[in-house]
Every structure is written in C-alpha cells, then in structure tokens.
C-alpha cells in the first residue's frame, strides 16, 4: 500500500496524493508501479509547474502523434522542433533518475511529458493539464506487435541491468494473434505490457476531472483538424496566425510525420529499430485486424470489452467521440 503523501511543488504549485485523503472525485496515487519499462516512483519528485501538460496512453494508442500535435501548438508549427526529444517518457526505466529529472528540470519551454502509466499510480496535479489517448484493443495489439517484434537486439538489451527484478520484456511470436488471444482470454502478456483493461478504466472513470481530456484515435484519424483546435482549447494554446495554424496542422499528419519520423520519434529510436526513427512511427492506420480475426474473435473481444469496462466506456474504445 503507497501509505505516505506525495508532494511536490514549484512556483506555488503543489501535487499531493494520499490514501487517506479526500479530494472528492479527484484521482488519488495509490500505489507504484514497477515493470519492465516504467517506474512510477520518479513522479514524486517531479517538480510540476502550473503549465505542465502530461500525454499519456496505454502503449501504442497515439502518443506519438498527439505528443507532435501539442508540439506543434507550443512551437506554432516550426517544423524543425523534435518532438521526440523535447517530450520524455518520464517513467521510462532505462534512464536514470536523476539523469530524468535534471533533463525535465532544465527546459524552459512550456514542457509536455509522456508517460504510460495508470492512473492510480501517477501523481495527480489539479493544476496540470492531463490528456490521455486511447485507442480500440484490437489496433493496440497489431501496434504494439510491430513495435515489439521489429525492434532490435539492441532495443531488447536496453532493458538489462536496470534495476528491475522481474522478466524483462521479450520479442513476440511472429503472429500478433498470439497477443490478442492473451488479451481477450486474460490481459496483455506481461512480457510486452502492463494490465490493458484496468488501465482503460482507471483514467475512463475520471473522465470528469476538468484538467483532464480524453481523445479517441478514431476521432483524430477522422478529423485531424478539429481535434487539434479541441485539444488547443483545453490547452488554452493562445490564438495563433492561420497560417502558422496551418502549419500545425500540415506537420500533424501522419504523411508529414513518417516522411520526418526523426523529429518525432524519441532518440533512441535511431539503434531501437532497423529502420531507425521511420520504424517507429510505422503506419498510424487502423483495422488491420480486419484481415486475420474471425467474427467469432471479434465478438469474444467485445464481450471482454464489455464486461471489464462496462458497455459505455467499450463502445467509446471501440467507436470513440469526443466528450467534451
């Protein structure tokens, strides 16, 4: 049990999340999360400032575009701002901690920071800016298989000596339905992730949080455009020129994107695939499921869905629409 309060504060701000407290429906840290990839501990010692803005996902549901989007929205448009490396994955195990926090401490723009946790083991501030993309079960899966399977030895190797106790993470079978017959019958495969379900409605059961957007791939892929003025809005991005809006929403695309994967894709990218950074932000396209799962799989995923996120939040992971 995470029995002690967590605090931090800068510039008058101040994060704090206890068991025992009560903040109404506001999200409380009750425990760490250790695996593989993340350690949640860093957290309590981030420094937030009253700007901060926190992009978080389960794995291989949109972080790397909406990390470019909002990118792309402080910097209004420049196309030489590398995403990829202004915006760290907090919690990423493979880099030290202080290492992580003096690179987070020493930028000066308005920082947005990635991270993958869940919701109850992730500091809580009511005065950042949180959003949290999501993305159908089934696409995660055919991502999250073509991230894992193509990566290199050398991706594999980063994950040794860190600290963790546990498996490190291992290269999937050859055939990403190995991986959704283990989401469906129980959950994501340790060896690849972290629990799905339980994830999916730690942050749906906050949806409420006014500090706090949840955004639909679907709804991007459908919209790119006014899904960026909506996540602007809440970021309240000032008024820009049309024509550097344009450019915003131009170096948002997935087009633009792959053809400058290096900008943002994260550094490591480079030695993580064979292919560097354009292995890393792959196809961005949805469905590809479609051509292996039988309409038995189907309907055996959307019972799961169902029964562990309740009927409203799985058709919003299936289907998405904006919430606010």
Not at 9 to 36: C, D, F, I, Y
Not at 46 to 75: C, E, M, N
Not at 99 to 104: D, E, H, N, Q, S
Not at 281 to 293: A, C, E, F, I, P
């Amino acid at each position: 049990m995470f029995a002690q309060a967590v605090s931090s504060s800068v510039l008058g701000v101040t994060a704090m999340a206890t068991t025992n407290g009560t903040n109404g429906n506001m999200p409380q840290k009750t425990r760490e999360e250790s695996n593989h990839h993340m350690e949640s501990s860093i957290w309590n010692d981030v420094k937030f400032r009253p700007d901060d803005i926190i992009i978080t996902t389960y794995a291989k549901s949109g972080t790397t575009w909406v990390q470019q989007i909002v990118s792309q929205l402080i910097h209004q448009g420049d196309p030489t701002v590398p995403a990829g490396a202004l915006s760290p994955w907090v919690d990423l195990r493979i880099v030290p901690k202080e290492a992580m926090l003096g690179l987070i401490e020493s930028q000066t723009h308005r920082r947005f920071l990635k991270t993958h946790l869940p919701l109850d083991a992730l500091v809580w501030n009511p005065q950042v800016k949180y959003i949290f993309i999501a993305r159908d079960g089934r696409d995660m899966v055919w991502s999250i298989h073509n991230h894992m399977y193509r990566a290199t030895d050398t991706f594999y190797s980063f994950f040794e000596n860190t600290g963790y106790e546990g498996q490190p993470p291992k290269r999937p079978s050859e055939n990403p339905k190995d991986i959704f017959d283990q989401l469906v019958k129980d959950d994501m495969p340790s060896s690849l992730g972290w629990p799905f379900w339980s994830h999916i409605r730690g942050w749906w059961e906050h949806r409420d949080q006014p500090n706090l957007l949840l955004v639909h791939f679907n709804d991007l892929k459908a919209d790119l455009e006014g899904g960026i003025k909506r996540i602007a809005k809440f970021l309240e991005i000032p008024d820009m020129p049309e024509d550097k809006f344009k450019d915003v929403v131009e170096h948002s695309t997935f087009d633009w994107m792959k053809e400058h994967a290096e900008f943002a894709a994260p550094p490591q990218a480079e030695v993580a695939w064979a292919n560097g950074a354009k292995d890393f932000v792959y196809k961005g396209t949805n469905s590809r499921w479609k051509d292996v799962l039988s309409e038995e799989d189907c309907k055996a995923y959307e019972e799961r869905a169902k029964k562990e996120l309740g009927e409203e939040c799985a058709n919003w992971l299936q289907h998405g629409g904006w919430l606010r």
